[in-house]
């Protein structure tokens, strides 16, 4: 269940990102979490933001699972970012949030 959001600067990419960068986001996904394409969600939504913050944010959520450790989550953060920067060439942050099953809601 990867939820990932990625704010992009409306001056940076005024037309957004193109579909073959989104598409590869929810392939980075998919290996390196290994989960099933229709466990992705996949979002870029555009911004306004201020010049001295990086120009795309990438935020995953993600429910917690053993395999997901710091060190893993911090390859995924790059490759993420490497598509960004192959895409949009624009520098990205990255935050992940891991989510307690126990405590998850989700109606859809």
Do not use: W
Not at 24 to 53: K, M, S, T, W, Y
């Amino acid at each position: 269940m990867p939820n990932l959001k990625v704010f992009v600067d409306d001056e940076a990419l005024p037309r957004g990102l193109p579909a073959a960068g989104r598409n590869e986001l929810r392939q980075v996904l998919i290996e390196h979490l290994n989960v099933p394409l229709a466990a992705c969600q996949v979002a870029v939504v555009p911004v306004q933001g201020l010049p001295d913050q990086p120009l795309a944010n990438i935020e995953l959520s993600i429910m917690q699972h053993p395999d997901r450790t710091k060190e893993a989550l911090s390859h995924l953060g790059a490759a993420l970012q490497a598509v960004m920067r192959s895409h949009a060439d624009v520098h990205s942050a990255f935050r992940c949030t891991l989510i307690n099953p126990e405590a998850y809601v989700a109606m859809k």
